[in-house]
């Protein structure tokens, strides 16, 4: 039992070693002086000044964010009303369907789905007129399409874990089906419909492959610009970004973490509170 | 309204100074209250509805009709135009219908060897990473599910952590390890073991620790919820019985997780296979997978049907474990749905 324990052990030391040294090795080099990233040349920050007088990085990092607030916005709401769909509705007409559409974006292979999209946009823009230009709205519709599966699976998977006791009981007590819906089951789901939002947001943030098959001319978002950067080599500003945006969303996800953390003993404290 | 040009009499003029705020005070609320009953009641009746169908009309015309649209365009012959392919359907001059389809795309990648090598060589190289995830993944979500209650939150949360991180970044991140003056190279020449640089990147090994990398995460989570699910008292029973430690594992815990095992290949290999960023950043020119393939065929030769004919192509080699997939989906979560119930 000793030994498969120190096996499990340094199983999960060299899983964690494996995930966070690359990561550790992008913060290290972003401060390295040398144009060479993984040659040291001394301590330095010209990189970080380089990178936030780059007016380039600021206009796609502008873009970015706006598809992807956007995007979450939308898929959080679409991708609640499937997750209730799946979850609550029972059987109805298409329901294989509709599941088999809500998981396959998931496994999708990216360059399928984005070389698809973009014959629909040519076909809708030959049969339509719309949309005209291919960019900020084409990049979001997209973005929605692959998100809000996730935002389903989310929403699904708390919906299957919670009781369904509260809704039957406020429905006995004669609450029409939509004020349960309103007063009962959304605010239980509002933490999920929040988790929701923020993977759809980073998930656009993060999303190279279709962005590229359905942009125009013109919009670059961040992981297009940062992928035409790196493509011929190594390059020390996107060492730089990559330090941001990781200590972004370490910070977030510690916040988070802190947030949940202070509920939880909230929650046991009124517990104790109602019980004495 | 006083000043009405049409209220010409004093009487009228009297009527509708009566009658307006009459109106305003009883009728307008009436109808404004008629107006959200009626709404109300539309939606009571018919939100259900509404609900399955705003999501299923957004998939329907963004997902399912433009796979048809793909397969239109694969049968379609390339033209230097606007669109760049030629119109299925024509009128003939007797003004019948006239349907062409083309299959020479489909022959012209079945012919060319490079095209079929290059699927091959997909299916290879995602096949043999998927089972490299399971054997590193499986002893870390083992070792997970095992954890103490604090540190195995922690542990979650570092798996889970760099789904939210850039994907790209860290396929980059590895460019700089494994370049010629790279991290390894550079170790490996300061401790004397080599004198010149040992060619790591652009090459095929890039590509299998590239894609282990990334995917290993969406191979530990569904182990992870297979395993936690685990009635340890079975472990128990059987060591109490006199197993010996690697005879339990084979015969109840490792049975007990195929789920697991299952969908975490499914979610590795699936994806790994069309896979563009990592076979592009880390293998250069020197591998190749279809993904990258037909990013080329749009990008930079511009041959939309061929590159719709890829696609296809892709897709039939991928329906089979993609079925797979959605069959295990909805298995758990009907039996999720009857636990909940």
């Not at chain 1, 299957?160 to 959304?186: C, N, W, Y």
């Not at chain 2, 299916?123 to 070792?143: D, E, R």
Request: hydrophobic share 55%; with cysteine.
């Amino acid at each position: 039992m000793k030994k498969r324990s120190t096996f499990l052990f340094s199983a999960l030391c060299f899983g964690m070693a494996f995930l966070y040294i690359p990561m550790v090795l992008l913060v290290v080099y972003s401060f390295n002086h040398s144009r060479l990233v993984p040659v040291w040349g001394g301590f330095s920050l010209r990189w970080y000044k380089s990178l936030f007088t780059s007016e380039e990085i600021w206009n796609s990092l502008l873009l970015s964010l706006q598809i992807a607030v956007v995007n979450a916005t939308f898929a959080t709401l679409l991708g609640t009303f499937a997750g209730l769909t799946i979850a609550r509705f029972g059987r109805f007409r298409g329901r294989t369907l509709f599941t088999g559409m809500l998981s396959a974006p998931l496994v999708m292979p990216e360059v399928i789905t984005g070389l698809s999209l973009l014959l629909l946009f040519i076909t809708l823009n030959e049969l339509l007129g719309w949309p005209s230009s291919r960019g900020m709205t084409t990049i979001t519709i997209a973005h929605i399409t692959f998100s809000l599966a996730y935002v389903a699976v989310i929403v699904q998977s708390r919906l299957s874990g919670m009781a369904q006791d509260l809704e039957e009981a406020a429905q006995d007590l004669g609450g029409k089906p939509l004020r349960v819906m309103f007063d009962i089951t959304l605010p239980l789901l509002a933490p999920g419909m929040l988790a929701g939002w923020l993977l759809a947001f980073t998930l656009s943030l993060d999303d190279l492959v279709i962005a590229s098959f359905v942009s125009g001319p013109g919009a670059n978002t961040l992981p297009m610009l940062i992928y035409s950067r790196v493509r011929l080599g190594l390059r020390p500003d996107i060492n730089a970004l990559a330090t941001i945006i990781i200590f972004t969303v370490a910070v977030g996800v510690a916040l988070a973490g802190w947030l949940l953390l202070r509920q939880r003993k909230q929650r046991e404290r009124d517990m104790r509170m109602a019980s004495a | 309204m006083s000043a009405g040009r049409n209220a010409d009499s004093p009487q009228h003029r009297a009527l509708l100074r009566n009658l307006l705020p009459g109106l305003m005070r009883g009728l307008l609320p009436g109808v404004a209250r008629d107006l959200t009953r009626k709404i109300d009641n539309f939606l009571q009746a018919h939100w259900r509805g509404l609900t399955i169908s705003v999501p299923f009309l957004w998939l329907l015309v963004f997902f399912l009709v433009p796979f048809f649209i793909v397969l239109k365009i694969s049968l379609a012959e390339s033209l230097i135009a606007s669109p760049p392919f030629s119109p299925l359907t024509e009128w003939a001059e007797d003004g019948a219908l006239r349907v062409r389809l083309l299959f020479d795309n489909f022959a012209y990648l079945w012919e060319d060897k490079l095209y079929v090598e290059t699927y091959l060589n997909s299916l290879k190289i995602s096949g043999i990473s998927t089972a490299f995830c399971l054997l590193i993944g499986y002893p870390i979500a083992y070792g997970i599910v095992r954890a103490a209650s604090p540190a195995k939150h922690i542990l979650l949360l570092l798996i889970i952590l760099p789904f939210w991180t850039s994907f790209l970044l860290r396929v980059y991140a590895w460019m700089g390890i494994l370049a010629d003056q790279g991290t390894i190279n550079n170790i490996l020449i300061w401790a004397g073991l080599i004198e010149r640089p040992v060619r790591l990147l652009y090459s095929e090994f890039a590509v299998y620790v590239g894609i282990v990398y990334s995917y290993l995460p969406f191979m530990i989570l569904p182990l992870y919820a297979s395993m936690e699910k685990l009635d340890m008292t079975l472990n128990e029973a059987a060591s109490d019985l006199g197993a010996h430690p690697a005879v339990t594992f084979l015969t109840v815990t490792l049975p007990l997780t195929v789920p697991g095992i299952i969908a975490g290949s499914l979610l590795v290999f699936i994806p790994a296979t069309g896979e563009f960023v990592i076979p592009d950043l880390l293998g250069g020119g020197n591998v190749l997978m279809i993904g990258k393939v037909l990013y080329g065929e749009f990008n930079a030769n511009r041959d939309w049907p061929v590159a719709a004919a890829v696609a296809i192509a892709l897709l039939v080699v991928l329906v089979a474990p993609m079925m797979l997939y959605q069959h295990f989906q909805s298995g758990e979560s009907s039996r999720g749905a009857g636990k909940g119930a």
